[in-house]
C-alpha cells in the first residue's frame, strides 16, 4: 500500500486548518426576560377611599384641562378664522396638559385610536383599552399603586369642522391640517362619536 509522505499530510491539515476559521465563540447568555408591569381593571365600586380622592383629583385635573383648552379654542374660532383653532390644537393644548399636570400632581393627556398627533400615543396600561375601544371611563391599578383612568371624549359639533367628513371641512382647513399633521387620521367623525380619551395617571400614596 503506498504510503503518503508526511509532509503532504501535514500540509493538508494545515489548509483544512486555515480554512475553517477560527473556532466559533460561545453565544451570549439569553437576557432575562422582563416581564411587563401587571395593570388591573378595578371597578369604582371596589376603590378604597384613598383612591376614590386620587380618582376625584383625576377627573378635577381632566375637566380643568378640557375647559381650558375649550376656552382657547372657542376664542380662537370667536376670531373668524377656522384654522386658528389648529394651531391652537398643535401649540397650547400640550402646553395646557403640562400646566394642569403640574398643578394636580399627575400625569394627563389625550389620546386616540386614530391620531392627528403622533405625540399623543396612548401610555402602555392603556393600549389594551384603546384597542378595545372603551366607551365608559375606565380605571386601573398599577404594579406600584398607582391609579390611572381613561375618560371618553365625545365629538362635539363645533370640532366637526376640523374632524368631521374630510368633503365637509373648508379646503383652508384640510390644507393646515396636512401641514401640522402629515398622515392625520382623525378625520371622518360625527357629533357625539367616541374621538378618543383623555387619560390620567396619579402615583400612590
Same mark, same amino acid.
Given at each position: 500500500?503506498?504510503?503518503?509522505?508526511?509532509?503532504?499530510?501535514?500540509?493538508?491539515?494545515?489548509?483544512?486548518?486555515?480554512?475553517?476559521? !477560527? *473556532?466559533?465563540?460561545?453565544? %451570549?447568555?439569553?437576557?432575562?426576560? /422582563? +416581564?411587563? $408591569?401587571? &395593570?388591573?381593571?378595578?371597578? #369604582?365600586?371596589?376603590?378604597?377611599?384613598?383612591?376614590?380622592?386620587?380618582?376625584?383629583?383625576?377627573?378635577?385635573?381632566?375637566?380643568?384641562?378640557?375647559?381650558?383648552?375649550?376656552?382657547?379654542?372657542?376664542?380662537?374660532?370667536?376670531?373668524?378664522?377656522?384654522?386658528?383653532?389648529?394651531?391652537?390644537?398643535?401649540?397650547?393644548?400640550?402646553?395646557?396638559?403640562?400646566?394642569?399636570?403640574?398643578?394636580?400632581?399627575?400625569?394627563?393627556?389625550?389620546?386616540?385610536?386614530?391620531?392627528?398627533?403622533?405625540?399623543?400615543? !396612548? *401610555?402602555?396600561?392603556?393600549? %389594551?383599552?384603546?384597542?378595545?375601544? /372603551? +366607551?365608559? $371611563?375606565? &380605571?386601573?391599578?398599577?404594579? #406600584?399603586?398607582?391609579?390611572?383612568?381613561?375618560?371618553?371624549?365625545?365629538?362635539?359639533?363645533?370640532?366637526?369642522?376640523?374632524?368631521?367628513?374630510?368633503?365637509?371641512?373648508?379646503?383652508?382647513?384640510?390644507?393646515?391640517?396636512?401641514?401640522?399633521?402629515?398622515?392625520?387620521?382623525?378625520?371622518?367623525?360625527?357629533?357625539?362619536?367616541?374621538?378618543?380619551?383623555?387619560?390620567?395617571?396619579?402615583?400612590?400614596?
Amino acid at each position: 500500500m503506498t504510503r503518503t509522505p508526511p509532509v503532504i499530510v501535514m500540509a493538508a491539515m494545515l489548509v483544512a486548518a486555515a480554512c475553517s476559521g !477560527p *473556532p466559533e465563540a460561545p453565544a %451570549p447568555p439569553a437576557e432575562p426576560q /422582563v +416581564a411587563a $408591569p401587571v &395593570w388591573t381593571e378595578v371597578a #369604582d365600586a371596589d376603590l378604597n377611599d384613598e383612591q376614590r380622592a386620587r380618582q376625584q383629583r383625576g377627573l378635577d385635573a381632566i375637566q380643568a384641562m378640557s375647559g381650558r383648552l375649550m376656552g382657547e379654542l372657542t376664542a380662537a374660532l370667536d376670531g373668524g378664522d377656522a384654522t386658528a383653532a389648529i394651531e391652537v390644537c398643535s401649540h397650547r393644548a400640550p402646553e395646557i396638559s403640562a400646566a394642569v399636570a403640574n398643578e394636580y400632581g399627575l400625569m394627563l393627556g389625550r389620546t386616540s385610536d386614530r391620531l392627528r398627533n403622533r405625540s399623543n400615543l !396612548p *401610555p402602555t396600561w392603556a393600549e %389594551p383599552l384603546v384597542a378595545r375601544r /372603551v +366607551a365608559e $371611563p375606565t &380605571w386601573l391599578v398599577g404594579p #406600584d399603586g398607582e391609579l390611572a383612568g381613561l375618560v371618553p371624549i365625545r365629538l362635539k359639533a363645533e370640532c366637526a369642522m376640523c374632524h368631521g367628513p374630510r368633503e365637509q371641512i373648508a379646503d383652508e382647513v384640510l390644507a393646515r391640517i396636512d401641514d401640522f399633521y402629515p398622515g392625520d387620521e382623525a378625520v371622518g367623525f360625527a357629533e357625539g362619536d367616541l374621538r378618543g380619551w383623555f387619560w390620567v395617571e396619579t402615583p400612590s400614596g
